[in-house]
RNA sequence: GCGGCCAUAGCUCAGUUGGUUAGAGCACAAGAUUGUGGAUCUUGGGGUCGCGGGUUCGAGUCCCGUUGGCCGCCCCA
């Protein structure tokens, strides 16, 4: 039958999928806005030069991109980071700060599926503009737990790896390493935990062995998993960077210990992100099992904004993802079964009694009541059974003997009790009942 | 971009060494049932067996290709 199928990597959402969708949506925006948050929203489709100019050439390869009919070179937008940044660079003059500002919207990118990761999916990004400091990483990092926690995971379900890319680029430095040499040491430092030793062969090629003294720190540091071993071994290290940077750290730390958070971090510098523009803090969330593909991941990007053409601003954001995001939930049982039921449907006789319903039909619809009945003419055995599948609490029998006296039954669904009313009566009847029950 | 596995009804699946008109459960619909429930019974609709080619008297079954899916690699903004 599907002569026409969805193009790979796509998704569609059957009502039960978009209540699901829905759901999810729904709780991170209020969340969002307990925390503060304002929503915006900004172009699906993107100069393919704003990706470029962020990620480099190579990322073209990863993007629907192709040439407009007025021969522009674009792209639909495969994250939110450099379109917030122009937003918020434009106007940065005219915003309060700090600029809290969040958005849900959908993103696309040209990979191989895979478990959690199609060629298109949702994304919640949240970002804190104008805040050097790590009271913005406390605010995000508080928010990323909630917007997960809001959904009944706990600590046990997932927690939340947190590093410092800067804490690593004074350490480097300290050791005597050039700028070149540190990113590919935190290169390495990003693959060690798949890979091994492996992961220093990129650096070897290109720098050649790193010192096996060196080495050691390296993997000695990356190790680290508590502030206390932290600052035992940078206590060691004479760095003037460092005492201030550890200052960070305890404001961080003891910002997220004071809100009850601390059962869901661990501190890990393990974790740097591949990627490139972060400049201090990262974070990733991962499911506690350790299962699933990371479940979220952001950090500080303090030069991106001025990188992409506007002022010098200090950024830090995060993006949780809704395909792995829907995995955990439905792993932990914490996905509700969705019922979309009416709040009232009406059993209707013949066509007389079809033209009584019609108006309490659309007067109670325009009132905000939920009302679904048969389009055509069914059997009333047929119909009670309609209404009890149907979900609604209440059922409205327009029969033609009811008509006739000018009322309408009403049955309790739930405790199948029935009564009658005066025709006359019925929005207020079923007004006092949904606003008692 | 690379590798492994897979593809039969809306869903979950069966289908013998290749052999009549491709089946079941669930779901959906009609009837039993012109006035009272999630049950039951009866009946029905729904399939180019992913698509194309090949082998064969004969292919859902075997072979090749292709498309799509799952899993992993690369990547992961």
């Not at 790979?8 to 209540?19: N, S, V």
């Not at 050791?175 to 220093?200: C, P, Q, S, T, W």
């Not at 998993?225 to 200052?247: N, Q, Y």
Request: hydrophobic residues 45%; charged residues 30%.
């Amino acid at each position: 039958m599907a002569t026409f199928q969805t193009l790979p990597g796509f998704r569609e959402f059957y009502p039960d999928d978009l209540a699901r969708r829905k759901h999810i949506f729904d709780l991170w925006r209020r969340t969002a806005h307990h925390f503060g948050f304002v929503e915006y929203d900004a172009p699906v489709l993107e100069p393919l030069e704003l990706y470029k100019a962020k990620s480099g050439d190579e990322i073209e390869a990863q993007l629907f991109s192709f040439t407009d009919k007025g021969g522009r070179e674009v792209a639909l937008r495969p994250e939110m980071t450099p379109t917030v940044c122009r937003l918020v660079g434009a106007r940065i003059n005219a915003l309060k700060r700090p600029v809290k500002w969040f958005s849900i919207a959908e993103f696309y990118r040209y990979e191989r599926m895979q478990k959690g990761r199609g060629r298109c999916f949702f994304q919640l990004n949240a970002d804190i503009f104008g805040e050097p400091g790590p009271e913005a990483e406390i605010e995000l990092v508080a928010l990323l737990i909630q917007c997960l926690a809001s959904f009944g995971l706990t600590e046990q379900d997932f927690y939340i790896r947190l590093s410092d890319r800067n804490l690593w680029f004074y350490y480097l430095e300290a050791l005597g390493l050039d700028e070149a040499r540190i990113r590919g040491v935190l290169g390495a430092v990003d693959r060690y935990e798949k890979y091994g030793d492996e992961a220093f062969k990129a650096y070897t090629e290109q720098f050649g062995e790193l010192d096996a003294s060196l080495k050691a720190k390296v993997l000695a540091f990356l190790e680290i998993k508590s502030i206390e071993a932290l600052e035992a071994t940078l206590a060691a290290v004479g760095h003037a960077k460092l005492g201030a940077r550890l200052a960070d750290w305890r404001k961080l730390l003891g910002g997220l210990d004071a809100m009850g958070l601390t059962k869901f971090i661990a501190v890990d510098l393990g974790v740097v992100r591949g990627l490139a523009y972060y400049t201090g803090f990262v974070f990733e969330a991962f499911d506690r099992k350790g299962e699933l593909r990371a479940l979220a991941g952001g950090g500080r990007y303090d030069d991106l904004v001025e990188k992409l053409g506007g002022p010098a601003l200090p950024a830090v954001g995060f993006a949780i993802g809704d395909m792995t995001f829907a995995l955990l939930l439905e792993q932990r049982g914490l996905m509700p079964n969705f019922i979309q039921a009416p709040d009232v449907y009406c059993v209707i006789g013949g066509e007389a009694a079809r033209r009584a319903a019609f108006g309490d039909i659309h007067a109670l619809r325009a009132a905000g009541r939920r009302v679904d009945y048969p389009l055509k003419e069914v059997a009333f055995g047929k119909q009670f059974k309609l209404a009890a599948d149907s979900g609604a609490k209440l059922a409205l029998i327009y029969g033609d003997d009811e008509v006739a006296q000018g009322k309408v039954k009403i049955r309790d669904l739930t405790d199948r009790t029935e009564h009658e009313v005066a025709r006359g009566d019925v929005l207020a009847v079923v007004r006092d009942f949904f606003s008692a029950g």
